[in-house]
């Protein structure tokens, strides 16, 4: 028979009909989701790597309530866990929840006791109990409780001590990092739900920063955005957003309190390689133009 021959135009516009505009999780500010071509992927692993005091944590607690946000809203209207290994700020999230129903969203139909209760808490120290947390307790909740997001805090706090530095403990490492990888993925796919993990970073000695658990963990993940400081002190907001010094939202040049910080994208299939600068104020991570 005769071999038909497509125009890609063609085939494009099909594709358009067929598969629309890709569904993502809101970070909660126009910016950083700009930078983000939208927000987080549901699909597979998105690390969050940095220092310490950066806003790792401020970021994933913004993530466990942009979750449940419509989709027309940015979020995956659905709910979250919460696996720590570092302890969970609960006061800070309940802050956050309330400046997100007063000043982001006044006309949504929830409450910051609602937004609270949509977020399961696991605490875990070791690899074994976090395994089993994935393998049993996580997928029922997931299948029952419509959970769209799971975020774990942080991956280098349940494996560095777990392993030391012979090479059988080294292999062992990368099987327990390749098999935890592959389960989380399942899930993510199962259930179109985002996996977020946050890792730590150390400094080598020409001051760059390296995420914790080597390349074996790179290989791992889907998705790499790390935080780290700069060494701007003034910002245009590009956004209103209540300062420290006053209640009501202010837009404009202004000399922030802090110096902003970067989010920087450092490899993902679907995002491109850029950055942006942000705050932490009240609401969380605030993008920036510099």
Known sequence: GR???????ELFQRDKKIKPDPIRLSLGCPVLDSTL????????ITEICGEAGVGKTQLLLR??????????????????IFISAEGMPVRRLSQMAEY????????ADTTVSEMMSSVFLHECQEANELWDLLTYNVPILMQQKKVKLVVL??????????????KQEFRERTL??????S????????YGAAIVIANQVSSSLNGELNPALGLTWSNCINSRIMLRKSEDITAVLTESTPTQTSKEPVSGVRVLPT?????????SPIHRETACSYVVEASGLTGVAS
Not at 176 to 181: P, V
Not at 259 to 267: N, Q, S, T, W
Request: proline share 5%; no cysteine; net charge positive.
């Open 183 to 190: 389960k989380l993925r399942e899930l993510s796919h199962k």
């Open 259 to 267: 110096r902003p910080r970067r989010l920087e994208i450092k490899f």
């Open 100 to 107: 997100m129903i007063r000043h982001k969203y006044p006309g």
């Open 176 to 181: 327990w990092l390749t098999s935890l990888s």
């Open 3 to 9: 071999v038909k021959i497509q125009l890609v135009s």
């Open 37 to 44: 071509d939208g927000g987080i992927s549901p699909s597979g």
């Open 63 to 80: 993530l466990l309530l942009t979750v449940q946000l419509p989709y027309s809203h940015g979020g995956l209207d659905g709910k979250a």
């Open 153 to 166: 805090d942080s991956i280098a706090a349940v494996f560095r001590t777990e392993f030391g530095y012979t």
